[in-house]
Structures are given as structure tokens and as C-alpha cells.
């Protein structure tokens, strides 16, 4: 046999192998899949059935019960998302064998956010009809949630990665990531609201942009830090 | 002489503020495997933790063919298979290829799988398999191509396997010790026949 190893290592086999691992095991697992969109539908649901169905009342806080309902949807998936991975002793094969680890980490928040921050994006509007949200509205709502679920997830996963090596991390896990979550809610429903109210939500849209592209580039790096000291732990 | 593959010199290791070990000194040479033995609790795992760099707390000189300890360059087999229960066998075996960035075909996991008498099985989830076959299957690693790096640390490899699957471990590591590679590992089993082997206590009876 030829000495594989001798050739450069592929970053892109790493990325993909990565993707596509995560994906399998998130598609593996139907109900945890649905579980975070259908407490993101049952949680709007009972805003009408609670607060008021008065389609006035409805509209003013449509913007902020959306985004509030998509932050805890987010939170409720984070908890899983290295904890198994540590058990079954993957994640330390990952962090001893990736090289670098910057890449695996990366697909696996990408893999994360296609199964949670994306689908809830897609459901918003939908969700957003039933609280009677300014039409006018609807896009500018896609688009914060479009920019700002990659921003939720990579900072949960800063959680998540934190708490990875503790018995009960689940409440510590939202008390550490909710905070962080603040800047993002009020950008993304700044800009819905500024839409339903006719003004240019350009604005906070551009701010949860760059958050977006911060996020994506540096937050990986404090995901893979914490993970090491997760799996040194452990 | 040729040069050690890992040298250990004057390694002192802490769990939990309790000293494990010091003053350890330990040199393998290629072609040579070392089996760690030692009552339980004696620090067996942590001594291959802190090699593979997964346990900081230590003080003292590492090194892997000269130079600090990198992990691309160990195979760890732990405690924790480092396979997933909801994947396939295949699927596992393919992801570790993966993350040694290998851009071979993927004929060498049915390969692998086949060695460790897992034909069949490839697209079986593991966790429907028996504690054996995951064991297997974790151990089917060791005939990946990616496997072929110079030092391999093995955790307890002989648990939970049958006799033909002890004969099987003991001929992929004396594989890689044909090649050229070095091995440590633990067991409380008296050890398989290996060219090269000698064994190291630590803990009570060193």
C-alpha cells in the first residue's frame, strides 16, 4: 500500500466529512429534529389564546414575540449539541485528529443552523401571518432571522461548548448564552418594526449583518478552545 | 540506536490534586510496544491522556519523534469508542478517515470493516449492534489507512471482545509494528504474543 499520509491532508474532505456526518446524525434523529420548530409554533400559538386576539394588539407585538419564540427555540436545541459527541468519545477523536479544528467546528455549527436557525426562518412569516404582521413586515423579519440565527447559534454553541463537561449545564447553558442573545433580539425587531411602521429597515439589517460576519469568522475559534478544555475534562 | 518514537522523561501527572505519578521516565523505540499494567486507579488512562495531550496537568518533558506531542500524528483508541451509536459502521469509519483530511476512496472502510469480521454490517446503526461488534468497529480504525502514524495509544483495546477478536487486535498491532510503529497500551489480560513487547508497571508494584 502508497503512504496516503504522506499527501497534504484535505481541509475540504475534513469540511465535508464533518457536514456531512452531522447532517446524517441530525436527519437520524427525526424528533429531536421537529422538536425546537414545533415549541417555536406551540409557543406562538399561545400568545393569541394568552395575551389578546385583538389583530391591533396582535400586530404591535408580533415582531418581538417571533424573535423571542426563535431565541428559545434556538436555546432548546443547544444543549445536545456537543453532549453527545462527548459521551460516545467522537468529540475527542475530533479535537485530537483535526487539524485544524477551526474547520470541523465550523461545519458543525453550519450543519446546526441548517437544521434549526434555517427551517424557523422559513416558519417566521408563516407564524408571523397567524399575529397578524404587517405585510410589509414579513420580509424584513425573514431577513433579520436569516442574519441573526447563524449569530444565536454560534454563540450558543460558545455555551454549549463551555458546559460540555457538566453533569447539569442545561439552566447554566441559558443563563451563559441568553444575555448574549440581547443585541441580536433588539436588531431583529428593530428592523421588523421599523418595516411595519414604513420606514427603511436598512439599518439594524446591516448591523446583524456584520454581527453575522463577525460571528462566522471568530466565534469557531472560541468554540474550539472551549471544546478543548471540554474534552481535557472529561 | 535509533531514536525513540516517545520519550517520556521525568513526567509528574496530577488528578484531582492527587499525585498519579513522578519522576516517570518511559522510551519507546519503533517496532517496540510497551503494555502499561497497574492496579485500578494507578493512572494508566491519565498517562495516555496526558500523552495525547488530553490532561494538562502535568509537568515534565513529552516528546513524539522529537518534537511536542501533535495529534495528527497518534492514534487514541479510549474508554469511549469514539463511535457514534446512530451512524452506520461505514458512515463512522468514513468520518475518521475524514477528519485526517484522507482523500482516498472509500473501498479501504469495507476493507477495514472486513478485517474486523464486520462484513455485512457496513450500513448497520452501531448501536444496534452488540458491545463486541462496537467494539469492533471502533477497533477497525486501527486498519485504516490513517492509522498508519507512528504511535498508537490503546485504552483497554481487549475488552468486551471474543478470543478471534483478541487474535485479530494482536495481529492488526503487530501489523503496525512490522511497519515500523510504535505501541503503548494498557490491559489487565495477560498480553498478546508481540514481537517487541515488554511490559511496565505503574502505581503499586513499580
Known amino acids: 500500500m502508497t503512504a496516503p499520509l504522506a499527501s497534504e491532508p484535505s481541509l475540504w474532505v475534513l469540511f465535508r466529512g464533518q457536514l456531512r456526518r452531522d447532517l446524517k446524525l441530525a436527519f437520524g434523529q427525526p424528533s429531536e429534529l421537529a422538536n425546537p420548530l414545533a415549541f417555536f409554533v406551540v409557543v406562538i400559538t399561545l400568545f393569541p389564546l394568552g395575551v389578546s386576539p385583538e389583530p391591533g394588539v396582535l400586530s404591535g407585538m408580533a415582531p418581538g414575540v417571533l424573535w423571542i419564540a426563535a431565541l428559545l427555540a434556538t436555546l432548546l436545541g443547544l444543549e445536545a449539541l456537543f453532549r453527545r459527541d462527548r459521551d460516545d468519545g ?26 434549526t436557525g434555517l ?48 453533569r447539569t449545564g442545561g439552566v447554566l447553558l441559558a443563563l451563559l448564552v441568553l444575555p448574549l442573545f440581547v443585541p441580536v433580539l433588539i436588531l431583529g425587531v428593530s428592523a421588523a418594526e421599523l418595516a411595519s411602521s414604513g420606514l427603511d429597515p436598512a439599518g439594524p439589517l446591516l ?5 453575522a460576519s463577525f460571528a462566522i469568522t471568530a466565534v469557531p475559534f472560541a468554540i474550539a478552545a472551549a471544546l478543548r478544555i471540554g474534552v481535557e475534562t472529561g | 540506536m535509533s531514536e525513540p518514537v516517545l520519550d517520556i522523561s521525568g513526567l509528574r501527572c496530577e488528578r484531582d490534586d492527587r ?63 469514539g463511535i457514534s451509536g446512530l451512524l452506520s459502521a461505514a458512515d463512522n469509519l468514513r468520518w475518521h478517515l475524514d477528519l485526517a483530511g484522507w482523500r482516498g476512496a472509500d473501498s479501504v472502510v469495507t476493507a477495514a470493516l472486513t478485517r474486523v469480521g464486520l462484513t455485512g454490517y457496513d450500513d448497520v446503526p452501531c448501536q444496534q449492534l452488540s ?4 467494539r469492533r468497529v471502533a477497533l477497525a480504525r486501527l486498519a485504516l489507512p490513517t492509522a498508519e502514524v507512528p504511535l498508537w495509544l490503546l485504552d483497554e483495546p481487549f475488552t468486551a471482545l471474543d478470543e ?16 515500523g510503529g510504535a505501541i503503548l497500551f494498557t490491559t489487565h489480560q495477560p498480553a498478546p504474543e508481540l514481537p517487541g513487547l515488554s511490559t511496565r508497571w505503574i502505581g503499586a508494584a513499580a
Open chain 1, 119 to 166: 427551517p424557523l426562518t422559513l416558519l417566521a412569516p408563516l407564524l408571523g401571518g397567524m399575529l397578524n404582521l404587517a405585510p410589509e413586515a414579513r420580509l424584513p423579519l425573514m431577513l433579520g432571522l436569516a442574519l441573526g440565527t447563524p449569530v444565536l447559534v454560534l454563540l450558543g454553541g460558545v455555551g454549549a461548548a463551555l458546559t460540555v463537561g457538566l
Open chain 2, 164 to 179: 478471534a477478536g483478541l487474535k485479530l487486535v494482536s495481529g492488526l498491532m503487530a501489523d503496525r509494528l512490522a511497519g
Open chain 2, 19 to 81: 499525585e498519579l505519578f513522578a519522576g516517570f521516565d518511559l522510551h519507546i523505540g519503533p517496532a517496540e510496544a510497551v503494555q502499561l499494567r497497574g492496579p485500578n486507579g494507578a493512572g494508566k488512562t491519565t498517562l495516555l491522556r496526558c500523552i495525547a495531550g488530553m490532561h494538562p496537568e502535568y509537568e515534565g518533558r513529552i516528546e513524539l519523534l522529537g518534537a511536542p506531542v501533535a495529534g495528527e500524528r497518534l492514534l487514541f483508541v479510549g474508554h469511549r469508542p
Open chain 1, 207 to 211: 448591523w446583524l449583518a456584520a454581527g
Open chain 2, 131 to 134: 458491545a463486541g461488534q462496537q
Open chain 1, 90 to 115: 467522537t468529540l475527542e477523536q475530533m479535537v485530537l485528529r483535526a487539524q485544524p479544528l477551526y474547520l470541523p467546528v465550523v461545519a458543525r455549527m453550519l450543519a446546526h443552523w441548517m437544521v
